[in-house]
C-alpha cells in the first residue's frame, strides 16, 4: 500500500504537535508516506492522498489553526478520505471513555463526511503559554493525559482503512 497523507494539526504549546507526530510515525511504519505539518502552514492538500486533521481543546472550541484549516480547504478535504482528532481532556475521561465531538467537529465531520474523530487526553504542564493555560496550572489542574499506546492504535486502525480502500 502506498500513499501520502497529511496529519495537519493546530496547537498553543506543542501536545497537539507531538500527537500528530506520533500518528504520521505509526503511519510511516505501516508504508505510508506522512508529513505531521502545523495546519496554519499548510496552502494546499492536493498532493495527499487522504487528511488527519487535529487541534487542541479550548474552552469547548477546537484550536482557531484547525477550524481555519478546515474552512480553507474543505472542498479539498471533501474529496478524500478524512480522519479528525481532539485533544484536551486534562484529566483521564478520554482514556475511559469515549468522548463526542464538540459541536463544531460535529458539524466538520458531518460536512466532509469524515471516517471518524476522536478525542485523546490533552497535556498542559508548567511553562504553558496564555492566561487562562496559567490559572489551570496554578489551579493544579494540569498534567499529561495524552495516552500514546491508545493514540498508536488509532493510528493504525487508519492505516489500515487506507489500506483496505475504506
Known amino acids: 500500500m502506498t500513499g501520502n497523507v497529511l496529519v495537519a494539526y493546530g496547537t498553543t504549546n506543542g501536545s497537539t504537535a507531538q500527537i500528530a507526530e ?14 505531521a505539518l502545523p495546519a496554519r502552514n499548510v496552502a494546499s492538500v ?6 488527519v486533521v487535529g487541534g487542541g481543546l479550548y474552552a469547548g472550541r477546537w484550536h482557531k489553526d ?9 472542498r479539498a478535504l471533501a474529496q ?6 481532539s485533544s484536551g481532556p486534562l484529566d483521564p475521561s ?3 471513555r ?7 467537529v460535529q458539524k ?17 504542564e508548567e511553562g504553558a503559554k496564555g492566561w487562562v493555560a496559567g490559572m489551570i496550572l496554578r489551579s493544579g489542574k494540569g498534567g499529561d493525559f495524552r495516552d500514546f ?3 498508536e492504535e488509532w493510528a493504525g486502525r487508519v492505516a489500515a482503512e487506507m489500506a483496505g480502500g475504506d
Open 22 to 35: 506520533a500518528i504520521a510515525d505509526v503511519l510511516r511504519k505501516d508504508g505510508l508516506t506522512a508529513d
Open 46 to 51: 492536493s498532493s495527499y492522498d487522504a487528511v
Open 66 to 74: 484547525a477550524r481555519s484549516f478546515v474552512r480553507r480547504h474543505g
Open 80 to 85: 478524500r478520505p478524512l480522519w479528525l482528532f
Open 94 to 96: 478520554a482514556s475511559e
Open 98 to 104: 469515549d468522548i463526542p465531538p464538540v459541536p463544531g
Open 108 to 124: 466538520v465531520m458531518t460536512r466532509l463526511d469524515a471516517q471518524e474523530h476522536v478525542t485523546f487526553g490533552g497535556c498542559l
Open 149 to 151: 499506546t491508545a493514540i
